[in-house]
């Protein structure tokens, strides 16, 4: 950064600070100095295009106490939480505010050092989104799956891993490969390469998994198939071989069950049997359509603590 660079940031630094920390008009800011209003409006917004402001509104989250107990009973949870929501609202604003929500509740979780993997998907995205707003905590962020070339950067794990890294200034431990590829033989080569070696290493020390559920058929398409991931002739090929959905990116039955397919083997570090290992697997998951995959991904033990909105809840709770 030059003398110049430098002098802009302590300027838009002190000007944010006048504005948002000392409640100074916009006026009162510009007379101090001795410029327009409008040059200390364009202060500000680059203030926040650079990210020397960031604003969160904090909501007050509400639970269903009486269903959490119920799905910790039902399905041997170490923690559930229930949000209860408006009526009535759409579903992407219901995955909006439960990312909200369980980024509040796993926040605590994040200690200094502490590994946690990510797979990928849209509630996900506003986990992480939320995650960032928090103040920054040293952890590892480490990538569980590989790259699906997604346009949409909620089905990108790398695009997670970068955000949260970035706004908490902290590790990130990439996996450099596709999200599938045709063979096992072409996943062990990809895995000898020395640039995912440090991702196989940290897979093996995770502290905890965040993920994401979804059904192969139903009501609402695979969120893979929809997004152009798998096409019509892989969707009949897994549902031949028993796949029921995937908890981010691992293929499941309807008993919760691991499913290998052949042709399509999942880029991961973490095989299914470890996964089932690491201490705190987060699920997070929202929409009455996906209760099967749901209750199938509980009753085969993948979360020890899972969150959902009220709607989804009382469907699984029966």
């Not at 605590?108 to 995205?125: C, D, E, R, W």
Request: some cysteine; aromatic content about 8%.
């Amino acid at each position: 950064m030059n003398k110049t660079e430098y002098q802009k940031y302590h300027l838009l630094a002190d000007a944010a600070q006048m504005y948002y920390l000392e409640g100074l008009q916009q006026s009162e800011i510009a007379k101090h100095f001795n410029v327009s209003r409008s040059m200390i409006s364009r202060l500000l917004a680059e203030a926040q295009d650079k990210g020397l402001v960031q604003i969160r509104i904090r909501r007050l989250f509400q639970r269903n106490k009486e269903l959490e107990h119920k799905l910790c009973r039902v399905y041997g949870l170490e923690d559930a939480g229930v949000l209860i929501l408006p009526e009535p609202l759409l579903l992407e604003k219901r995955k909006e505010l439960i990312g909200g929500f369980t980024a509040e509740l796993i926040y605590p979780m994040l200690k200094p050092a502490v590994n946690i993997g990510l797979t990928f998907g849209s509630t996900l995205q506003y986990i992480v989104r939320s995650l960032s707003s928090l103040h920054p905590v040293d952890i590892n962020c480490i990538q569980l799956v590989g790259c699906l070339g997604a346009t949409e950067t909620a089905f990108d794990a790398h695009d997670l891993v970068q955000t949260l890294s970035t706004a908490y200034g902290c590790h990130a431990v990439y996996l450099y490969a596709p999200f599938q590829v045709a063979s096992t033989d072409v996943r062990a080569q990809l895995f000898i390469n020395r640039s995912n070696k440090d991702n196989v290493d940290f897979c093996r020390r995770l502290d905890i998994v965040l993920a994401s559920v979804s059904p192969l058929n139903g009501e609402r398409p695979s969120a893979l198939l929809s997004g152009g991931h798998i096409d019509p002739e892989d969707v009949e090929c897994m549902t031949a071989l028993g796949v029921a959905g995937d908890i981010g990116g691992y293929n499941i039955d309807e008993k919760g069950c691991p499913v290998d397919v052949p042709h399509m083997v999942r880029m991961t570090g973490l095989s299914a049997q470890q996964y089932l290992l690491v201490p705190e697997r987060i699920g997070v998951a929202v929409g009455e359509y996906k209760c099967p995959i749901i209750t199938a991904a509980l009753d085969g033990g993948w979360f020890t603590r899972f969150y959902t909105d009220e709607k989804t809840a009382a469907s699984l709770a029966g």
